[in-house]
């Protein structure tokens, strides 16, 4: 019966295994997402997407204003509004061509790590995953922060391999437009010329991305010099940021803003971002800094603490609430229902994912491949999660890395595969039963989705 299964399963992949494959996967794709914005196309946009759209216009119209938000989204917003017409509608369907790029570079990543088919499979996974197809029509950071996050670690498995100045000067853009994008992702202008180094012993071809990058970055400190007429590191929300998440009255848990507000700010918090914000603009970002890391020296145990939630959290799945689909299910019961359906699909996706992926990381001693490139692929996740796991954090922001783990199961799930004998599931249990490390992780691992669901819905 097993060995019919998996008959069946390796028949249906070898229709993923072929050439033409991707192109119809993407298609796909992409006319789900069409449909998106010609839904919601009224609808208001949410979180911080409503302050890159009025960056975009500011850009757009050439004002004088001082940048909250990083420009990466708003210049690319910029350049849809100047061709298309100023619009909501366009605002959102200028996300669908990075959906297809993003598309693109999960395939060509993952069948170079692995297979065509496993390639086609994982990217057919992410055109129905909900947070994909939700941010797909969004004008935020997310999509265009993963597709930058994925090329990244591609071109620099490929740059490791085999330098070349092209390819290196392709990550340098690469990464200079991830940091404008997330400043959070500064780390990776120092990290990935070091590893360049370390596997090529090559110190030009090494430096070539941090040049590219930091050209990259540099003119936007000038243009943004130019348009406050002070010097702004990439944006002015940073320390802002970091504050929030560590301060006297910042919860143990829910550091993330909307996780805050929530059960309201503290009063006090709310005072103290008046007076700073009532201060000139260049002593803001300084004020909160110093706020944030006095309270850090004065109580390093709630700091620790904190991290810990932090890094928890991180982990866990998004929670969907039925929107922005309010005016084709106007009940609430029927919004919770819808709500709690797309929660399911989604937290089935990320769990099969990650439990595959987890697998993989300690089960790669027996990989028949090349593995040359988990250290570059998980080195890269905990590098972008830091700046979270230290300021706040909720599983919004694993949105970038989720693909990433998706290479990896991929990897081991073709391994699985690709061996003739034995039962796959046999083996997995053999794996598990043999390796402590992936009982411990994937006990972990299911105990924070558990935390994560009683926090989320106000359980606990």
């Given at each position: 019966m097993k060995a019919d299964v998996k008959r069946i399963l390796v028949g249906a992949l070898q229709l993923l295994d072929r050439p033409w494959s991707?192109?119809?996967?993407?298609s796909l794709g992409v006319l789900l997402r069409v449909m998106g914005p010609a839904l919601v196309w009224d609808h208001p946009l949410r979180n911080e997407a409503p302050g890159y759209e009025r960056m975009a216009l500011q850009l757009l119209h050439g004002e004088q204003f001082a940048p909250y938000w990083p420009p990466g989204v708003p210049y690319y917003l910029s350049a849809f509004h100047r061709v298309f017409g100023e619009s909501i509608l366009v605002a959102r369907a200028s996300m669908i061509p990075v959906y297809a790029a993003f598309s693109l570079v999960l395939y060509f990543l993952t069948a170079k790590l692995s297979s065509r088919r496993m390639a086609g499979l994982l990217v057919l996974g992410f055109v129905f995953y909900p947070p994909y197809v939700r941010f797909s029509f969004n004008p935020s950071t997310e999509l265009p922060a993963a597709t930058c996050f994925l090329a990244m670690v591609f071109l620099g498995i490929l740059a490791g391999r085999?330098?070349?100045w092209p390819v290196s000067s392709a990550l340098g853009i690469v990464v200079g437009v991830l940091i404008l994008i997330r400043p959070s992702s500064m780390l990776f202008a120092?990290?990935?010329?070091?590893?360049?180094?370390l596997k090529t012993r090559k110190a030009r071809v090494a430096a070539a991305p941090l040049v590219v990058a930091a050209l990259l970055v540099s003119a936007?400190?000038?243009?943004?010099?130019?348009?406050?007429g002070r010097f702004i590191p990439i944006n002015d929300a940073n320390w802002e940021n970091f504050y929030l998440g560590n301060n006297p009255q910042t919860p143990l848990y829910k550091t993330w803003p909307e996780g805050q507000a929530e059960a309201g700010f503290p009063n006090k918090t709310l005072e103290t971002v008046r007076y700073v914000r009532s201060l000139a603009p260049a002593d803001q970002s300084r004020t909160y800094r110093n706020l944030a890391l006095g309270h850090i020296l004065a109580r390093p145990d709630l700091f620790l603490m904190r991290t810990l939630n932090r890094a928890r959290a991180y982990f866990g799945f998004p929670i969907h609430r039925g929107e922005p689909l309010e005016k084709y299910v106007?009940?609430?019961?029927?919004?919770?229902?819808?709500?709690?359906?797309?929660?399911?699909?989604?937290a089935a996706f990320y769990w099969l994912i990650m439990t595959l992926a987890i697998l993989f990381i300690f089960g790669v001693r027996d990989c028949r491949n090349q593995t040359d490139y988990v250290t570059a692929i998980l080195g890269a996740v905990l590098l972008y999660a830091f700046p979270y796991w230290i300021s706040f954090s909720q599983p919004r922001f694993n949105f970038p890395v989720v693909p990433l783990f998706g290479v990896l199961a991929a990897v081991f799930l073709d391994s699985l595969l690709r061996r003739p004998e034995g039962d796959p599931v046999a083996r997995v249990y053999s794996l598990i039963r043999q390796r402590h490390g992936a009982k411990i992780a994937l006990a972990l691992f299911f105990y924070i989705q558990i935390e994560w669901l009683l926090v989320a819905y106000s359980i606990v």
């Open positions: 991707v192109y119809v996967i993407v085999k330098p070349s120092a990290a990935v010329p070091l590893y360049l180094f936007w400190l000038w243009k943004a010099q130019a348009l406050s106007p009940t609430n019961a029927a919004r919770r229902l819808l709500g709690a359906a797309i929660t399911i699909v989604d």
